[in-house]
């Protein structure tokens, strides 16, 4: 089970988000983060906890490993303002968290 | 470019089967380091994996919902389907396929545009 918190979390533009994620047991770093904007397929922002997919900007970055995991935001732009899931890939089933919700303040 | 593209049905009545295919191009399904996949998510909630199939037709799948799921794959079509029996009110959803790495850029990077499916007689 991976467990995202918090639900919502309110930001101001230009402002840090960080955003958690806990698995149930270690994962290792076999953790992705998801973007999703209403209307729209979920977009991979990060893989093996860390490493941000090519053209996703420098501001998104990923960390952690085992069973605690965080996707930090520098400086929320207005494009940003989304839901994010994390996943993990490590063992079957794969499961997401239930998503953070990153709205304007 | 990859482009996935779920096709089927809109409504499905109660105890019916769900049946949708996954077309795949710009890239061949007949491939070692990528996982085909479906992916759901119910209205305004979250993202639930489904299932997922190799080109060997190797299948793995949801705990929850493995007694009613079959994915298949057709690598001379390059398309991959989905099939759930016995569809409830809790089954309505946007379902979604896509691709998932082996190598590279792993995870979940290419999705279709998803297809709303509501379960109502």
């Known amino acids: 089970v991976m467990t995202q918190s918090p639900a919502t979390l309110s930001v101001s533009p230009g402002e840090r988000a960080t955003l958690s994620c806990r698995a149930s047991?270690?994962?290792?770093?076999?953790v992705a983060w998801y973007q999703q904007k209403p209307g729209q397929a979920p977009r991979l922002l990060i893989f093996?906890?860390?490493t941000r997919v090519t053209g996703v900007p420098a501001r998104f970055s990923g960390s952690g490993s085992g069973t605690e995991f965080s996707l930090t935001i520098s400086s929320l732009q207005s494009e940003d303002f989304a839901v994010y899931y994390c996943q993990q890939y490590d063992n079957w089933p794969l499961t997401f968290g239930g998503g953070t919700k990153v709205e304007i303040k | 470019q990859l482009l996935l593209q779920e096709s089927g049905p809109g409504l499905v009545k109660p105890s019916e089967t769900l049946s949708l295919t996954c077309t795949v191009s710009?890239?061949?399904?007949?491939?070692?380091?990528?996982?085909w996949v479906w992916i759901r998510q119910s209205p305004g909630k979250g993202l639930e994996w489904i299932g997922t199939v190799y080109h060997t037709g190797t299948t793995f799948y949801n705990p929850s919902l493995k007694s009613r799921v079959t994915i298949s794959v057709d690598t001379a079509r390059n398309q991959f389907s989905l099939t759930l029996t016995s569809m409830t009110a809790a089954d309505t959803a946007v379902y979604y396929c896509?691709?998932?790495?082996?190598?590279?850029?792993?995870?979940?990077?290419?999705w279709g545009q998803g297809t709303l499916v509501t379960v109502s007689s």
């Open positions: 093996g906890a860390s």
């Open positions: 896509a691709r998932r790495s082996l190598s590279g850029e792993l995870g979940i990077g290419y």
């Open positions: 710009g890239g061949s399904i007949n491939s070692d380091i990528y996982y």
């Open positions: 047991r270690s994962v290792s770093y076999n």
